[in-house]
């Protein structure tokens, strides 16, 4: 008769045993790395910084282009809460 042990010597033979055997542990390290990420996207109030990569980066105001102010196109200027980087981008169309 099979003993729990020889049982489980024999189970250390499956290639899968080794994974199911894992699976806790990385379980707790993705439930860790989905907390993560929730917390870094928790305070998203606008696009992703091109700096700092953090979602809060947004429009704090606008102006008209330089030389083509009679067209109508604009200049718009970012700021990201995080890091402060500023840049200005045309305002789409
Ligand atoms: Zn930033």
Same mark, same amino acid.
């Given at each position: 008769?099979?003993?729990?042990?020889? =049982? =489980?010597?024999?189970?250390?033979? @499956?290639?899968? !045993?080794?994974?199911?055997?894992?699976? %806790?542990?990385?379980?707790? $390290?993705?439930?860790?790395?989905?907390?993560?990420?929730? $917390?870094?996207? $928790?305070? $998203? &109030?606008?696009? *992703?910084?091109?700096?700092?990569?953090?979602? &809060?980066?947004? *429009? *704090?105001?606008?102006? %008209?282009?330089?030389?083509?102010? @009679?067209?109508?196109?604009?200049?718009?200027? !970012?700021?990201?809460?995080?890091?402060?980087? &500023?840049?200005?981008?045309?305002?789409?169309?």
């Amino acid at each position: 008769m099979l003993s729990i042990q020889d =049982l =489980l010597a024999l189970l250390d033979h @499956w290639p899968l !045993w080794k994974r199911i055997k894992e699976s %806790p542990d990385r379980l707790d $390290a993705l439930e860790k790395l989905i907390a993560d990420l929730e $917390a870094k996207l $928790a305070p $998203a &109030t606008g696009e *992703v910084c091109p700096k700092c990569r953090t979602p &809060t980066f947004h *429009v *704090v105001s606008n102006r %008209p282009m330089p030389n083509l102010e @009679w067209s109508g196109k604009s200049l718009d200027t !970012w700021r990201c809460d995080t890091c402060g980087h &500023t840049m200005e981008k045309r305002h789409p169309d």
